[in-house]
């Protein structure tokens, strides 16, 4: 596993308890340097980003690189954490993945219109888990980090014209 100093850190909104125990044995045996955040309600997110108590320690509360949210906490809920960091000026550009089971076509269109950089389906099965971890630490790779890989993956939703995107469309 990469020194604890080098991992990328995640918030990861989830409140389900075992979610988070998956992404991080995920991590794990794919050797990718994440260091996931897990939290189960909104404000502590809010309070993580803005180093509040109990995340005043900077070294210890490192700043994330990516949001990783689960929409089914409530809908409300997430799409209201989503538009709050849109909103707020110093986290406008931090990647924001809604990660979720759901397809409906309202939700994915009301995530990506609050702000949602991404749309992932939660994965079927866990060797598929461990691909989607992987393509998002290799994102974090590039300086600036480059998300579009992530377009190709079959858990990828997409929104455009009306309709929806799976993994890679058209070939693109």
Not at 7 to 16: A, E, G, N, Q, S
Not at 37 to 60: C, D, G, I, M, S
Not at 69 to 83: A, M, P, Q, R
Request: hydrophobic share 40%.
């Amino acid at each position: 596993m990469p020194d604890p100093s080098t991992r990328t850190t995640v918030l990861f909104l989830d409140d389900c308890p075992n979610e988070h125990l998956l992404l991080r044995w995920a991590a794990r045996l794919a050797d990718v340097p994440l260091k996931i955040q897990h939290f189960t309600n909104p404000r502590l997110v809010k309070a993580y980003l803005h180093n509040e108590r109990p995340f005043a320690n900077r070294r210890l509360h490192v700043a994330p690189a990516l949001a990783l949210l689960d929409f089914d906490l409530g809908k409300d809920t997430s799409l209201e954490l989503v538009h709050w960091i849109r909103a707020q000026r110093k986290f406008r550009n931090l990647p924001v993945v809604m990660y979720t089971s759901t397809d409906d076509v309202g939700i994915v269109r009301a995530c990506y219109s609050r702000g949602a950089s991404f749309f992932l389906h939660k994965p079927s099965g866990f060797d598929r888990l461990q691909i989607v971890v992987q393509a998002l630490a290799n994102c974090f790779q590039s300086r600036p980090p480059e998300f579009s890989s992530l377009h190709c993956l079959p858990e990828h939703l997409s929104y455009s014209r009306g309709h929806f995107n799976y993994g890679c469309w058209d070939g693109q």
